[in-house]
């Protein structure tokens, strides 16, 4: 019955539904396009075994990039019996659809890139707990308390320089403000991208308002700029129109810079943000069965190793990420998801109205 209330009720949603399509999330920046299907099958980790009897369909909402999410769908759908219905969107815009589907609801797994988005809907009472098979290989730290969701990769913001504008990449955030970078810094709009808000928010959280935003005041007397989410600013350095990017996410610069784009990619001496992105089953599923075995399988090596080949660091610490360091050798600012979470609304009204 979901299928047809959603027909009659959410035309304009459905016609953007594809089985195993994705879009470009603009809390994800690039997308790592269609190779990412073959690439599944090429992952050395041992196969997935499904459970028998899976059957039906799934509603698959995520804001995750093209490749990652159409190669982790291929994968379950080749072991299953189960249909699974992608909406590929912003974080922003499927938390919007979640919202305008209270009445009628559609989804059965949700796959976001905020933390503090997944916590609302957790709030809310959306989400039903779980606990996926071979969590306990994850990173403790990326899990809800009560199991409601549950981050299974993750994404480092990073100084990310056009070798071919700037001379001397900056390897802290403190660079920026050196008068050899005038004018030549963009960050995404904390508005639009939740990982540069997620940034704000470990900055305030663990150094302070006054030293986080005495650092901002400097980086904008020097002329930094905001624009867009984090593919539109990653776009300005990669064109040469801008130099720097300060809070690029790591996996979109990587994929760029692997196809022969002049990028050099920092992490920040005194710290990042590495960004769980999470999973969760919403509670009005009709196929929790099959819901269940498709974050069971977001957590084998198998998907853990998709995700590693997309140039995410994955959940499992086990598990080689293709570019970026592994997750306990990044130096980070703030781990503590709750505190940076209860930051997040502040933070991005402050810097509005100072900056903005």
């Not at 799934?58 to 190669?71: I, K, V």
């Not at 130099?243 to 002049?262: C, H, N, R, T």
Request: proline share 5%.
């Amino acid at each position: 019955m979901k299928k047809i209330a959603a027909a009659i009720v959410g035309l304009t949603a459905a016609l953007t539904m594809t089985a195993c399509g994705s879009v470009e999330s603009a809390d994800n920046a690039e997308s790592t396009g269609s190779e990412g299907a073959s690439e599944s099958q090429a992952v050395s980790a041992e196969k997935w075994e499904a459970p028998e009897g899976l059957s039906g369909e799934l509603d698959y909402y995520s804001a995750n990039p093209q490749g990652l999410t159409d190669a982790l769908v291929e994968a379950f759908e080749e072991r299953t019996d189960v249909k699974v219905n992608v909406f590929a969107d912003t974080t922003g815009k499927i938390t919007a659809k979640l919202k305008a589907e209270e009445a009628n609801p559609q989804a059965d797994v949700v796959y976001l890139a905020s933390w503090k988005a997944a916590a609302k809907q957790a709030e809310a009472g959306a989400l039903e707990a779980y606990k996926p098979a071979n969590i306990e290989n994850s990173n403790p730290k990326w899990n809800a308390q009560d199991d409601t969701f549950h981050g299974r990769d993750g994404s480092a913001l990073t100084l990310v320089a056009n070798t071919d504008v700037i001379d001397e990449a900056p390897t802290d955030w403190e660079d920026l403000a050196d008068p050899k970078y005038k004018d030549m810094v963009i960050m995404p709009d904390p508005r639009e991208s939740g990982t540069a808000a997620d940034l704000l928010a470990a900055m305030v959280a663990e150094w302070g308002e006054d030293k986080t935003w005495e650092l901002f005041d400097k980086l904008f007397d020097n002329g930094m700029i905001v624009e867009g989410a984090n593919g539109p600013a990653l776009d300005k350095v990669t064109s040469g129109s801008k130099g720097i990017v300060l809070g690029g996410v790591d996996y979109s610069a990587y994929s760029k810079k692997d196809k022969g784009e002049a990028l050099e990619i920092s992490l920040p001496l005194s710290g990042t943000t590495v960004s769980p992105r999470p999973v969760m089953i919403m509670k009005t599923s009709d196929n929790k069965e099959a819901a269940q075995a498709f974050v069971d399988f977001m957590f084998s090596e198998e998907a853990q190793q998709i995700s590693a080949s997309k140039y995410m660091i994955p959940a499992n610490p086990e598990v080689e990420p293709k570019e970026s360091p592994k997750l306990d050798e990044i130096t980070q600012i703030s781990d503590d998801w709750e505190a940076i979470s209860a930051e997040s609304k502040n933070v991005r009204e402050q810097f509005a109205e100072r900056y903005l």
